[in-house]
C-alpha cells in the first residue's frame, strides 16, 4: 500500500552483513547504470515501497546528482540509505581521487559515503606506473576511510592477481570486492580468495539483459 503524506514513517525490515570494520552493510541493493537508462520515479519508488536501502552508483553513469534527488525525495532518513560509489580510473591518483571525492558528495548532496570503490583494476593508457598509480589511489582512499569520510572502502571488477599485486601497498585492507556474478558466471575461486581475507564479496548484475 501506498503511505500518504500524513502517514508516520516506519523503517522497513532489512537484512545486512558485516563488514571487516563492523559496519553492517544492507544485503540487497538497487544497483544503476549509465544515465539512458536511469528512472528516476522507479528509484524513488525503490526506496520509499519496497524497502530498498543500499544504492549503487559511480561517476561513470552520470547519475550521482539524480540519486541524491531521489533519496530526498522519497524522504527516507540519509542514515538509512547505504550509498555506494565508484571512482572512474580516469581520476585515479593521489590529488584527483580527493577531489574527485568531494565532488561526488557534492552531487550525491551527503557529507559522506558510505562505500567508495575503485571502479577498475585498469589505468589510463598514459599511465607509466600502475601499480604506483593505484597505490596512491588507494592511499587518498585510506585517508578518506580515516577521516570517517567514507565508512568502508573497496574495489570492482578485481580479480585475484589484481588482488595479489594490489594487497602489497595497502595500509587498509579493501572492505569490498564488487565483481559481476550469476549462474553463467560464478568465480569460486575469486570469492574463496576473498572471503580468506576478510574482504566482502559483492556481487552486481542486471536483473534483466536485452533480448533475454
Request: proline share 5%; glycine share 6%.
Amino acid at each position: 500500500m501506498t503511505r500518504g503524506t500524513d502517514e508516520i514513517y516506519l523503517a522497513p525490515k532489512f537484512h545486512y552483513v558485516k563488514l571487516s570494520n563492523g559496519v553492517q552493510m544492507p544485503k540487497l541493493g538497487l544497483g544503476m547504470s549509465h544515465k539512458g537508462g536511469y528512472s528516476h520515479s522507479a528509484v524513488v519508488y525503490a526506496l520509499r515501497e519496497c524497502g530498498y536501502r543500499l544504492i549503487d552508483t559511480a561517476v561513470r553513469y552520470s547519475n550521482e546528482h539524480q540519486i541524491g534527488l531521489a533519496i530526498k525525495e522519497s524522504k527516507v532518513p540519509r542514515k538509512e540509505v547505504f550509498i555506494t560509489t565508484k571512482l572512474w580510473p580516469a581520476q585515479y591518483g593521489y590529488e584527483s581521487t580527493l577531489i574527485d571525492f568531494q565532488a561526488s558528495c557534492q552531487r550525491l548532496a551527503v557529507n559522506y559515503i558510505d562505500l567508495y570503490l575503485m571502479h577498475w583494476p585498469e589505468c589510463p593508457s598514459s599511465c607509466t606506473d600502475r601499480r604506483q598509480l593505484l597505490a596512491d589511489t588507494w592511499r587518498a582512499m585510506e585517508l578518506l576511510y580515516h577521516k570517517g569520510l567514507c565508512r568502508a572502502i573497496g574495489v570492482s571488477n578485481f580479480w585475484i592477481a589484481d588482488l595479489q599485486r594490489f594487497l602489497l601497498d595497502c595500509t587498509v585492507v579493501p572492505h569490498v570486492n564488487q565483481v559481476e556474478c550469476h549462474p553463467y558466471h560464478n568465480p569460486r575461486e575469486l570469492i574463496a580468495y576473498c572471503r580468506q581475507r576478510g574482504i566482502q564479496f559483492e556481487v552486481c548484475e542486471r536483473a534483466f539483459r536485452p533480448g533475454g
